[in-house]
C-alpha cells in the first residue's frame, strides 16, 4: 500500500524561494545534500535489515512492454476511436527505434545502472511525489488508522490510554533499535526496511527553496533506552523524557506524566500547530519566522528530535465518520489542529473518551510500515502479560517540562491566517463510511479475490454514478482513471506502482450488470459473472505486474525525468488522453488489520474521491469515501452498497442455475 498517489500538479516544481544558504539560516545543522542517509540502521549483525542487502534493485521495464500496457490501459479511457487512434501513434512514435523515446529509455537504463543508485526512482519520487509538493499536508497528505478500543482489563481513562501506547510504541522503538523487528515480508520473500529509519526521532522540515527534506536525531548504537515524547495539549508543549534511571518510564510513570500535563493545561494556549498544516511555501517562512526566536528554536528542536508526538486532544468522537474526521484533518471541523504538528511521521492522538489513533506523514515513508507498527503497538497491549514497567512511579521522575512559544504580534498573524486556511480547508470536505452487510468470508467462498471483488465494487458503483439519468445508449465518458497502490518494497528502497484499475474487462462487466433487473434471464446472469471473473483476472495480472516494478506509471515517469533542458518533450506527454489516464479521480488502496477501526486520506484531484477500504474482514467491506463538499459522495457511498450486494445477489444466482442443472 502507498497510501495513495499525490495530486495532479506534482510533477511541476515550484518557483524557488531562497537558497541553501537561507534555509541554513534556520535549520538546526546545515542542510547536507545526503541528509536521507543520516537516520542510521539498527545495531549491525541484527535481524531487522538482515536482508536488506541481499534485495534486487528495481527493475527498468522493456520500453515495448510498458507502451502495451500503457495502450490497453487508454482503450476504456478513451472519448472517441479518433482519440484513441491519435493516442496510439503517439505511443508508436515513442517506441521507434532510433527514436527520442529510446534515447530517453538509454539514458534511464544508464542511471539505474549506477551502482551508488540503490533504486533508480527513489529520489525523483521523494522529491517529485512529495518533498516538492507545495500545498497543505493536512488532507492531501496525511493519512490516519484509528484504533480498536483498549481491551477489557485496561482503565477506559484517556490518561491511561495516552500512558499504554507511549509505553507500547517505546517498547517497539526500542526492539526496533536493537534490530529485533523481523523483516516485512509476503509468500515471494522479505521487503525493504529501508525507510524504517524514518519512523521516529526524526521530522520533516519545510525549506525555503521550494523542496522540504529531513531531519533526524537517531543516533547509531542507541539501544533504545532513550529520547523524549512530545505531548501537545491545548496548544501547549510538553516535553517528557523517555527514561528514567536507565530504563524506559513504565506505564505508571508515563500515566502520572499525561496526567500531570492534563492537570496543568487547563487554559488555551497559541495554536501554533495550524502553521505546519499551511501552504509548504507560507510554512517555510513562518518556520524561518518561528526560529529567530530562541525560546522557538528549543520547542522546534525538542518537536523534531521526540521520538513522536502525542497529541492529547479534547474532543470526544464516537460515531465512525467524526472518529475519521478528528482523526484525519486535526478534529472534526480542524479545530484541534494546533495542537497537532503535522510533518511527524508518528504522531499518536488520544481524545478525552479515550479513543486514539495515529496521524501519518508521508513523505519519505509510505503507510505499511507505520501500518504494522501501530497495530503492533495495540496488539501487545491485549495481552494480560504485557511488560507495564514498575508499578510504583520512581522517586526520581522529573515532572514534564512546558515548552512555551514565543508569539510577536508577527508570529500570531501567522497563526491566525494558518488557522483561517486550515478550517476553510477541512470545510471543503466530506466523508462518508460504509461496512457491507458480508465480508471476505462470503466472497473467499464465492471463489473470488477479496481484494479484486472490492476493486470491481468500486468500479460498478462509480460506473453508475456517472451513469445516473443517463437514458441513451452511449455512457458516460471518463475524467480519469483509478489509481490503487502496489508495493514494490520487494526491491530496495522500494516504494509503490500504481495498479491501473480501470480496464476493458471491468468496463465490461460493468455494462453488463446495467442490463441486470429482476426479469434477466440465467443466462444474461452466467455473463455477467463470467465478465466479473474476467476483470478480477485483469485485475490481478496487473496488479503482480505493478509490484514486480512493471507497471506503466513508474516507468513514464522516470522517463520524463531524463529530458534535458532545452529538450522538446514527446508528443505522448501532452496526449489528452495518456493525461487523462493517470488523473486519479479515484483515489484507493487497502489496509487490512484487526486492530484498525477506521483509516483513511483525502481525494488527490479536486473532483475525485479517495477511497480507503478494507476487504479483510470476514463479515464486511469497509469503505470510507473522502471528496469535496460539492461532489455526491454520500450518493457515491450508496451506490457503493448497492454494487456490494448486487453483485453477491447475480452471483449467488448465477451459482443456484449451476446447483440445479
Known sequence: MNLLPRRAPLIQRPARLGSASALRRYTMTPVPPDWKSKAPRPLPNTTTFSEQDALPRLPVPKLPDTLAKLEKTLRPLAHSPTELEAARKKINALGEPGSF????HDRLVAHAADPKRANWLEEFWDDAAYLTYRDSVVVYVSYYYGFID??????????????????????????????????????????????????????????????????TAAKAGDNGDSGSIVFIRKGRVWKVDATVNGRLLSTAELEKQVQYIYDNTTAEFPPVGYLPSNN????????????????????????????????????????????????????????????????????????????????????????????????????????????????????????????????????????DRAKSAALSLVDSQHLSFLRTSYGKKAIKAMGYSPDGYAQMVIQLAYHRLINKG????????????????????????????????????????????????????????????????????????????????????????????????GEEAPALFSDPLFNRSSYWVLSTSAIQHPNFDVYGWGEVVPDGYGIPYTAGQDDYLQFTLTSRKEMPNEEFSAELNRASEDIRAVITSAHAGKAKL
Not at 529485533?180 to 521530522?203: L, N, Y
Not at 515517469?557 to 531524463?562: N, Q
Open 150 to 215: 483498549p481491551p477489557p482489563h485496561l482503565p477506559k481513562t484517556a490518561a491511561n490510554r495516552a500512558a499504554t501506547i507511549a509505553r507500547s510504541a517505546l517498547l517497539f522503538r526500542k526492539a526496533l533499535k536493537r534490530g529485533e523487528i523481523q523483516p516485512d515480508r509476503v509468500k515471494d520473500g522479505a521487503h525493504c526496511m529501508d525507510s524504517w529509519r524514518w519512523m521516529f526521532d526524526c521530522c520533516r522540515v519545510p525549506g525555503l527553496d521550494g523542496k522540504d527534506f529531513g531531519l
Open 280 to 415: 509548504r511555501d507560507v510554512w517555510a517562512k513562518d518556520y524561518a519566522l518561528l526560529y529567530e526566536a530562541p525560546r522557538n528554536r528549543a520547542v522546534l528542536e525538542a518537536i523534531e528530535s521526540s521520538a513522536f508526538v502525542v497529541s492529547l486532544d479534547t474532543e470526544k468522537p464516537e460515531s465512525h465518520v467524526d472518529f475519521s474526521k478528528a482523526a484525519w484533518h486535526g478534529g472534526v471541523k480542524g479545530g484541534q489542529l494546533g495542537s497537532r504538528w503535522v510533518d511527524k511521521p508518528v504522531q499518536f492522538v488520544i481524545w478525552d473518551n479515550g479513543k486514539a489513533a495515529i496521524m501519518g506523514e508521508h513523505s519519505v515513508m509510505d503507510g505499511t510500515p507505520t501500518a504494522r507498527m501501530s497495530g503492533e503497538v495495540v496488539e501487545a497491549l491485549k495481552s494480560p502479560s504485557f511488560d507495564h514497567g514498575p508499578t510504583t512511579p520512581s522517586t526520581s521522575l522529573s515532572a514534564p517540562l512546558p515548552l512555551d512559544w514565543d508569539v510577536s504580534p508577527t508570529v500570531q498573524a501567522s497563526i
Open 470 to 565: 443517463n437514458k441513451g445508449p452511449t455512457k458516460a465518458a471518463r475524467i480519469g482513471g483509478t489509481y490503487e497502490a502496489a508495493t514494490t518494497r520487494k526491491f530496495q528502497h522500494g516504494r509503490t506502482e500504481a495498479i491501473r484499475v480501470v480496464s476493458e474487462e471491468s468496463e465490461a462487466f460493468c455494462e453488463a450488470m446495467d442490463k441486470i433487473d429482476a426479469s434477466s434471464s440465467a443466462d444474461s446472469k452466467k455473463q455477467a459473472v463470467e465478465l466479473f471473473g474476467n476483470a478480477i483476472k485483469a485485475h490481478g495480472a496487473y496488479a503482480k505486474a505493478a509490484g514486480n516494478g512493471l507497471g506503466v506509471d513508474r516507468h513514464m515517469f522516470g522517463l520524463r525525468k531524463m529530458i534535458r533542458p
Open 101 to 104: 523515446g529510446q534515447t530517453l
